[in-house]
């Protein structure tokens, strides 16, 4: 079948084509520039396995940083000798807190947050109480866990 | 080949005499207010400063967490000179930052970016934002405990933006935390990505100059006096605030090189006493101003909207100061204006002092 009319003019024909091609290819050249500038941004861990014998002999009413992937985690051992784990990250503004054994806080420097010996938050900015881990022994290991989270240990 | 016959060969392929006649046909504006016309271009030679000094340092530093500190330490303790330019690069960021605030300000005020400038006032506002990001980022590459819960802050308070904030955050990180891949992208901000912005920008904000001329405030337009040329006659007076400024630059540099603090340690706490660079101090007090909940909200969230918000509206003072694209007096808008300069002010001085 001829058609006697057309629709869309050559010109608009070609237009359409080459400017469709242009955004294409736009979009596709900024998408793969943005996947590859975005980073893959994994995930704090569920756990960290660290050595007995270095945390549970520190002194009472004092801390001890590990490492809790890139950010920092405290053992902390209370007045009374129980024994906790924390992120030493503040809720505020993810500065690390220092323990203050003076008045038996923990404390952000930054835009001075801070919290008592449960973590939660008593004075400054902080939204949030701190976060506390599940601690347990398994041998000479010492686990720290993520609350709720079941540590399933490689069989060594 | 003599000085003459190298003007004729230029002379045989190029208008030169053409571009003189545009060049003694460039005037300048002469009245009361045309002392803030010297921030603009003061601002454009603190950053050719900044750009050599800049090449310079980018030879030797090292953007590696394990030796960033260190090279540092090693470009002011054993290469030759490398003191003097770190500390040239450190202040004539300061400076300029101070300069660029002041043409921001009096451009403001003066209400130069009404009708026909409103593009001038963009560029400019984006190249604002642009050169703090250069400061941020210039700083957080001293990788030191400082620098590194300054930039943890910031980028975690960029993250606080609804929606497209852990995008962000993620982006400026490269990661979910603050870390070497941290380090890696700042620098090549700091080196390539902002450089070259600001170049387009700059440029663009020079053509422009070109295209309006200077801006004559409303209340000084029947009160002229006769405009000046601008070569020679304002380029000398340029140039002579120039190397006022240079003067500054150095002294400061020789007397007060900047510290250089710990290397950053991921697991130390954060350093007492912590403040962020002064043109960050207006944030960081608003900052405190909002409590940790609001009506159940994070009290941080609404600080940074609100801030935004505030961001915005500055930006977008041009297109809604209507009297004034319309060359009427704006009083509304002189209040405005006057608000965010004292606002600005205020909270700086109470950031130092605190």
């Not at chain 2, 009404?114 to 963009?122: F, N, T």
């Not at chain 2, 930039?151 to 990661?175: C, E, S, W």
């Not at chain 2, 890696?184 to 309006?212: K, N, S």
């Not at chain 2, 950053?264 to 207006?282: H, Q, R, S, T, V």
């Amino acid at each position: 079948m001829k058609l006697n009319y057309s629709l869309v003019t050559r010109r608009t024909f070609i237009n359409t084509l080459f400017g469709g091609w242009l955004a294409a290819f736009a979009a596709g050249s900024l998408y793969a520039l943005f996947k590859f500038a975005f980073p893959t941004l994994g995930k704090e861990p569920d756990f960290v396995v660290l050595k007995k014998a270095d945390f549970l002999d520190i002194p009472v009413n004092s801390v001890k940083p590990f490492a809790w992937g890139g950010k920092l985690g405290l053992f902390f051992k209370k007045e009374n000798g129980t024994t906790q784990a924390l992120k030493g990250v503040c809720t505020h503004m993810e500065c690390n807190i220092t323990y203050r054994p003076d008045v038996k806080r923990f404390y952000c420097a930054c835009h001075k947050g801070w919290f008592d010996e449960s973590g939660k938050n008593i004075e400054g900015p902080p939204p949030k109480p701190l976060e506390f881990f599940d601690v347990t022994i398994e041998g000479d290991r010492l686990i720290v866990a993520k609350k709720g989270v079941k540590v399933e240990l490689p069989k060594a | 080949m003599s000085c003459r016959r190298l003007k004729d060969w230029f002379d045989e392929r190029y208008d030169l005499e053409g571009l003189a006649g545009i060049a003694r046909g460039k005037h300048v504006p002469s009245h009361r207010h045309d002392i803030w016309y010297f921030a603009g271009g003061l601002t454009l030679f603190l950053f050719c400063i900044q750009f050599i000094t800049g090449m310079a340092l980018a030879f030797y530093y090292v953007p590696h967490p394990e030796h960033a500190h260190k090279s540092i330490i090693e470009i002011v303790t054993k290469l030759n000179m490398g003191w003097l330019f770190r500390s040239i690069h450190h202040w004539g960021a300061q400076l300029a930052i101070v300069v660029l605030f002041i043409h921001l300000f009096s451009t403001l005020l003066l209400k130069a970016y009404r009708k026909p400038r409103e593009l001038l006032w963009v560029t400019g506002f984006v190249m604002l934002a642009v050169s703090i990001f250069f400061g941020l980022s210039g700083y957080f590459l001293l990788w030191d405990e400082r620098a590194f819960a300054a930039v943890r802050v910031a980028t975690g308070g960029a993250g606080n933006l609804p929606v497209v904030g852990g995008l962000i955050k993620g982006f400026l990180r490269g990661g979910i935390d603050v870390t070497g891949e941290t380090l890696t992208r700042f620098y090549a901000f700091h080196v390539a990505v902002l450089p070259i912005v600001t170049l387009a920008l700059a440029g663009a904000h020079v053509v422009l100059v070109q295209v309006h001329g200077m801006s004559v405030p409303l209340s000084q337009q029947h009160r002229q006096g006769r405009p000046e040329p601008f070569f020679p006659d304002m380029l000398c007076k340029d140039m002579i605030i120039w190397l006022i400024f240079l003067g500054i630059v150095v002294t400061l540099a020789v007397l007060l090189p900047p510290e250089i603090g710990k290397k950053a340690d991921p697991l130390a706490p954060a350093p007492e006493n912590i403040k962020p660079e002064w043109y960050f101090l207006f944030l960081f007090e608003t900052l405190k101003l909002f409590p940790g909940e609001i009506l159940g909200l994070n009290g941080e969230t609404i600080a940074i909207l609100v801030i935004s918000a505030a961001i915005l509206f500055f930006f977008l003072i041009p297109f809604v100061d209507r009297r004034s694209a319309a060359q009427q007096k704006s009083p509304v808008f002189t209040w405005i204006g006057i608000l965010y300069v004292v606002y600005f002010a205020v909270m700086t001085f109470i950031g130092f002092v605190s």
